[in-house]
């Protein structure tokens, strides 16, 4: 499967890791590229409306939003997860990206 930034914000958004993070980023942006729409928990979750997130695990919890569109996941919004819930400002965010997205 092909995958895809927004655009890069989401670049920045990744970039304002320490190495070690980011390339446990890439490892897990390999194998959404390897198993696409199969690849489940833990390294990926429904998050509802069309919305999914990618889970990388360690000493901060990084947290990837994307979705599917035109054969593609496009990875929309890039976080450090610091609570159980998803805050509402980074949903609101890739929300709203997914909605520009669809409608170009």
């Known amino acids: 499967m092909i995958v895809q930034l927004y655009d890069q914000s989401v670049c920045g958004e990744i970039e304002q890791f320490q190495v070690n993070i980011r ?7 390999d194998l959404l590229t ?7 928990m833990p390294h ?3 998050l509802g409306d069309g919305l999914y997130e990618l ?6 919890n990084i947290r990837i939003v994307y979705c599917f ?15 159980q819930k998803t805050p ?3 949903l609101h965010c890739a929300r709203q990206r997914r909605k520009i997205l669809t409608q170009i």
């Open 69 to 83: 569109y035109r054969q593609r996941a496009v990875l929309l919004h890039c976080f450090a997860k610091k609570s």
């Open 55 to 60: 889970r990388i695990h360690g000493e901060q």
């Open 44 to 46: 990926s979750k429904a």
């Open 88 to 90: 509402r400002a980074d």
């Open 34 to 40: 390897i198993f696409g729409n199969l690849l489940g």
């Open 23 to 29: 390339a446990r980023i890439f490892k897990s942006i």
